[in-house]
């Protein structure tokens, strides 16, 4: 039965009309994006801003980003997910949206701030507040430490990059965050006293991206919605600022 509905949802979407035939202004949905919290809050108010401003009558609905698994894109619990492109569904469709990188953070003021170049030994001196997002992205780094017989010195976990800031703002910590999280910093309550240093060992860089499934391509509502999510995202990076 699973089948037979996918088979006719798909069929659905290539009768469709033309993205140009259809009048946004009176389309009533539940669009979902699918994103980690740093996207959600830096990125969640352009966004909403942008595309309610084109389909007022929509409810835009953010959905937190625990894994990569595309099953809910599959599935059509998603319509939209923005962040790393997973190797588990070859058949999902992605536009790059900009590359990112990490780079530390720590309160102005903070020693670790007066380095031109922050050393392996400066940077492992400090306590640090990890964000549980991190995941593995940080290990070339760790392994570089330990293999000078360092490490971090890890004093708060927390589930986010926000929460991580958040601390960092205040306090001796320092921590490792996506160069996107520090774009709209500026503006985040507490966050106007944030420094950001280079690592001192290179971390790979890696691309954002915003995901859907196939069967949406030809949707006419669909494609205008996240055309306008897509864009806002680029033009929020175009700047160089990462």
Known sequence: MDHVHTLTRDALAVLRP?????DMASVE??????????FMKWLSGPVANAVLGVAPRICLRFEAKPDKDAQPL?????DLEIGRIGTSAPEIRTR?????HYVGVARIGHPILESEAVTLEQFAACSHVVALQEGHAIKP????LEGIGLRRRITIVVP???DAMGIACQSELIAIVPASCLA???SAPGCQTLGRFDLPSPVPAFKVSALWHPRMDADPVHR??????????QAAYSGGTL
Not at 18 to 22: G, T, Y
Not at 74 to 78: A, D
Not at 96 to 100: K, P, R, V
């Open 96 to 100: 790059f949206l900009f590359h990112d």
């Open 29 to 38: 949905l539940t669009f979902t994006v699918r994103a980690s919290e740093s």
């Open 224 to 233: 205008r919605l996240r055309d306008i999510i897509i864009s806002t995202c």
């Open 74 to 78: 599959r599935e059509g619990l998603v």
């Open 18 to 22: 033309q993205v140009s035939q259809v």
């Open 184 to 186: 709209d910093a500026a």
């Open 141 to 144: 780094l760790d392994d570089e």
């Open 160 to 162: 986010g990059y926000p």
